[in-house]
């Protein structure tokens, strides 16, 4: 069954710092869609960055990188020089494009420290 | 402004009132979808629908209804609640027709159902 695990409930991370959150999937299906959301302490979900199971290179949007390893079935974002402001609940998430169902993970909770 | 609309934003119910959660987008996307949030779960699929008259079922649809008339409609139905189905349900919307298929979310409808 396909499935998303993201193994940390909450994580901190000093203010300028760089941070890793981790994301593996399972999926049986040789095309799928692979998406990172985050979600403010205000409740709204707003999605980051996206990487495509065929894509050959790590998808990249500002200080979002998303480092997918495809034989580790593994899809980590990693965000640079961290801010006050990345403080918030990250979700990755599947999509298969097969039966458009989505699946996201349990979420990890992001702390920036100043 | 391109957006998801959902209401009612907060609702506090009693067990088997019927109630409907109405979502709206303004941006022509064909695929639409629902999801509810519980703390520890993450985010969970309860359907989806591609198109007009074309809904299916994600993971957690039992207890819910909904329907496709309009394309950009997809009001989320609760026959006869229960508390179980407090929550903060989630609408969203994409563009399949080319991109990353990325989600666009209403801002969230949070339900007590007592």
């Known amino acids: 069954a396909q499935k998303i695990t993201q193994t940390q409930p909450g994580m901190f991370v000093q203010e300028k710092e760089a941070v890793t959150l981790d994301c593996t999937y399972d999926?049986?299906?040789?095309?799928?869609?692979l998406f990172w959301y985050k979600q403010p302490s205000s409740g709204e979900m707003i999605f980051l960055i996206y990487q495509g199971s065929y894509d050959q290179q790590n998808a990249t949007e500002g200080r979002y990188s998303l480092n997918f390893q495809k034989a580790r079935k593994s899809a980590n974002l990693v965000i640079s020089a961290s801010q006050l402001g990345d403080s918030a609940m990250y979700f990755c998430?599947?999509?298969?494009?097969?039966?458009?169902?989505?699946?996201f993970g349990t979420g990890t909770r992001l702390k920036v420290l100043a | 402004e391109a957006q998801v609309t959902q209401n009612p934003r907060y609702l506090i119910t009693v067990t088997g009132k019927k109630l409907t959660v109405t979502c709206s987008q303004n941006?022509?996307?064909?695929?639409m979808s629902w999801y509810r949030q519980d703390p520890g779960l993450g985010l969970r699929q309860i359907y989806y629908?591609?198109?007009?008259?074309?809904?299916d079922k994600g993971d957690v649809p039992e207890g819910y209804k909904v329907s496709r008339k309009e394309k950009r409609n997809f009001p989320l139905i609760l026959e006869s609640p229960s508390p179980n189905q407090t929550s903060l349900y989630f609408c969203a919307s994409s563009d399949d027709r080319g991109g990353t298929g990325e989600l666009f979310f209403g801002e969230g409808s949070r339900l007590t159902v007592l």
């Open positions: 941006m022509n996307h064909e695929y």
């Open positions: 629908s591609m198109n007009v008259e074309v809904t």
């Open positions: 998430a599947m999509r298969e494009p097969r039966t458009y169902k989505y699946i």
């Open positions: 999926t049986s299906d040789p095309s799928y869609g």
